[in-house]
C-alpha cells in the first residue's frame, strides 16, 4: 500500500461564522473521495491553541510540539538553506511590512500582499551581513516568498539566546509553540527577555538594534521610493517571531512509522520541516499566478515521488492566504483550483490502485476572523480497502459525522491511521 497525505493549508473555516469556503464552493472531486472515505475532525495541536503551519505540521506529522519543538525560525532558515550556529545564532521568521516610521504603527503586516520575491531580495541585500554596532554581532537577512523572509541574528563572540518575544504583535510565542492572536495592537513590538539571563538581554538588544536599523536602510530604499510612486505600500519594516536557536531533534518519519517519505513543499517553512524528518523533498516552485501549470507540477512531484517512496505529504499553500485576507471569493476559487487540477487528476491516478489518501488541512484560516484559529478541520481518509462512512461532501460539518471521530491532537492521528489502513477495515 502506498499513500498520499495531502494537506491543504488553512482550508478550514468556522461553520458558526455562516457557510464555509468548503461549503461554498464547487469541489466534485474533494466530495467523490469524501463519499468513498473515512471521515472525522481534527484540533490540529489542541484545543484553545490557533497554531501557526510550522507546529501544526510538525504535530499533523505525528510529533508532540510541546516535547521536542524549537521554533519557526530555525526551519525557515533551513528551508532557505541557512544553517544556524548552535549557541551564537538565532533564527527568526521576518515579515517585510509597512509602518509609519515615525510612531512604528503597522500599516499592513505584509505591505499588501504585492511585494515581489525579487523585490524582498533586493531590499534584504541591502541589510544582509550588516553590523549590528554592539556584541561584534550581525545580520543575516535572506528573502523568500513574496514578504517571507529569513533573519540571523549572531554574534562572532557572545551567546545568544531564543528566549526573546516578537517584535510582530500578530502572533506570541508560547514556548516554542507560536499562536495567533485574534486581535492586536497593530505596533512594532520592542523585543524583551522571556529569561532572566544575560544571553535573552543581550539577544533582545540585538533584535531591537536590527529592527532601527531596517526602519532606517528601507526607509528611502530605491525599491520604496518606486513602490511609492506606483501606488503601493513601501516594505520599510521588518518584523521578527518565532526565534529559535538550533534545529529539533526529531525522530527520522521513516524510522517512527516505517514508512519511507516523500515530500511535495512549496514555502520554505514546509520544505525545513520535510528536511528535519529527513524525507525524500521535491521543492516546487512557489505558486504563481497560473494555478492549472502550477498544481500540474505538483502533481508530477508526486507521481516521481510515489515511484520511490511508501508515503508522499503534499502541502498546498493555496487557501490560507485569501483566508487571511478575508477574501471569500478568492478562498472559494482557490479549493477550486485544487479540485480541478490537483485532486481530480489525483483520483485517476490512485483508480485501480493499492494507494491510500488522507485530505486533511494544517489549521483553520477562516475568512470571518483572518487570522488561524483553533477550530477543529475536516479529515478525511480513504483506501480501497477500507469501508466508507458515506459522508456526502468534504466540508467540516460532513467530517463531523465520520466514523474517525475527533482528534484532539494532531500527532495521535497519523499514528492510528495507519493502525486503521493496516488493519484494513
Ligand atoms: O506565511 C504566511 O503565509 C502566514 C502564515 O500562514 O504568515 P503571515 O501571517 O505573517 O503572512
Redesign the pocket.
Known sequence: MKLVYLVL??VADRPGDGPTSLELSSHPALDELAKRSKAGLMYTIGKGVAP??DAAVISILGYNPHEEYTGRGPLEAVGAGLSIREGYEVAF?A?FATIDPDTRRIVD??CGRNLTSEEARELARALDGAELGVYNAYARVVATVG??AVVVIGSRDFRLSDAVENT?P??SKQGYVSV?KPTFEPFVARARPLEDTEEARRTAELVNAFTELSISVLRDHSVNVKRSKEGKLPANAILL?DSGGRLPRLQPISEKFGLSFGAVAE?P?EIGIARVLKMDVEAVPPPTGDKKSDYRVRLEATKKLLEKSDAVYVHL?GP??PG?DGDLKAKVESVEAIDAYYVSPLLDLIEGEDIAVIVTADHA?PYTRK??TDDPVPLILYSPNLHHDGVERFTEKECSKGSLGVFQHGWEMLPKILEVLRGGR
Do not use: C, I, L, P
Request: charged share 45%.
Open positions: 493549508d488553512g501557526e503551519s521568521r515579515n503586516r505584509r514578504h517571507r510582530d500578530a502572533y495567533a517571531r514555502m517553512v499553500k490560507d492566504e487571511h484560516t487570522s488561524h
